[in-house]
């Protein structure tokens, strides 16, 4: 059974960086797209970011374009996301998701099976 483990998150100041990882037991990553998902308080859950099974291919909302970077690692079997330039309306629980239904990756939460617990992103001053 594939279990995701979000950390990484805090409190930070407009302007600062986190970097969030996504770490798998159980089973490999590899034949997996990942996707990063957040969601605000009082707000729907909303995709940030996926990148598809072999990493060549990587989508970003454009909410996050040019400040978030989404990666992986595969002999830690780990997929991190760096986030520089936060905002505060960044502010969210972060949520790494894992597809073996569709490796290319995708936005839309429903191809995601398996989901982590969580991770809080506070930003602020």
């Known amino acids: 059974q594939l279990q995701l483990v979000e950390s990484g998150g805090g409190l930070v100041q407009p302007g600062g960086s986190l970097r969030l990882s996504c770490v798998a037991s159980?089973?490999?990553?590899?034949?997996?797209?990942i996707g990063w998902f957040r969601q605000a308080p009082g707000k729907e859950r909303e995709v940030v970011s996926c990148?598809?099974?072999?990493?060549?291919?990587?989508k970003y909302a454009d909410s996050v374009k040019g400040r978030f970077t989404i990666s992986r690692d595969f002999a830690k079997n780990t997929v991190s996301l760096q986030m520089n330039s936060l905002k505060p309306e960044d502010t969210a629980i972060y949520y790494c998701?894992?597809?073996?239904?569709?490796?290319?990756?995708?936005?839309?939460?429903?191809?995601?099976?398996?989901w982590g617990q969580g991770t809080q992103v506070t930003v602020s001053s």
């Open positions: 998701a894992a597809s073996g239904r569709r490796r290319a990756g995708s936005e839309y939460e429903g191809w995601y099976d398996y």
């Open positions: 990148i598809s099974s072999g990493g060549e291919s990587r």
């Open positions: 159980g089973v490999t990553l590899d034949n997996y797209a």
